[in-house]
């Protein structure tokens, strides 16, 4: 009798150890679910911002204008040809002061005249000169090239994405074909990316 009972009570002890251990797992389980739970939750709100955000900026891809209209365009081509006008006489007074006052010529960095110039200060003073010349002209050639993307009605558009370039970009630097983003990371903004992304899945 004795034996049975000590069986009987090992097997209880047995049991209670198993049903300790099962709800010690499931204790575990719950508070893992729990916490996976709280982490998803924890994630959601993170980004959920960046979502709204992504969600406003797809948005305004879709309704923004694809082209500046008569009076935007217009104002525009004033900019440019202020700009134009202004470059035009800067360039007139460098090529006078290029200028061989003997032979009414101008003066090239091959040219006998500059053998007899004095070097130095004056020697670096042309060389800036003819510097400031190379960038007035290469100016004026993207000036040109932005006056006649507004006869073609297409100022304005950026090259990479599509997307129009900030007024204010455009007011500041008239002959921008991307906006200021592209230009100092060569990378499109966040507006341009959704954009491309629409145009490849159109594809």
Same mark, same amino acid.
């Given at each position: 009798m004795a034996t049975k009972k000590g069986s009987r009570t090992v097997v209880k002890?047995?049991?209670?150890?198993m049903k300790e251990k099962a709800a010690a797992r499931a204790r575990q389980i719950k508070k893992a679910k729990a916490n996976l739970k709280k982490a998803a939750a924890a994630r959601a709100e993170k980004t959920a911002p960046k979502k709204a955000v992504t969600a406003r900026l797809v948005a305004q891809v879709a309704a923004a204008p694809k082209a500046y209209g008569a009076d935007d365009l217009k104002r525009f081509r004033e900019i440019i040809l202020a700009k134009r006008k202004e470059t035009v006489e800067e360039l007139d007074s460098l090529k006078e002061s290029m200028m061989d006052v003997t032979t009414g010529e101008y003066v090239s960095e091959?040219?006998?005249?500059?053998?007899? =110039? !004095?070097?130095?200060?004056?020697? =670096? !003073?042309?060389e800036k000169t003819f510097l400031f010349a190379s960038r007035g002209s290469k100016f004026v050639n993207q000036l040109d090239d932005a006056l006649a993307r507004i006869d073609a009605k297409t100022y304005g558009s950026c090259k990479v994405c599509g997307l129009l370039v900030p007024k204010e970009r455009l007011e500041a630097v008239p002959t921008a074909t991307t906006c200021a983003e592209y230009k100092n990371t060569n990378m499109p903004c966040d507006r341009g990316r959704i954009a491309l992304g629409k145009k490849k899945g159109a594809k």
């Open positions: 002890g047995t049991v209670q150890i091959s040219s006998n005249y500059s053998l007899h =110039m !004095e070097q130095g200060t004056d020697a =670096m !003073e042309r």
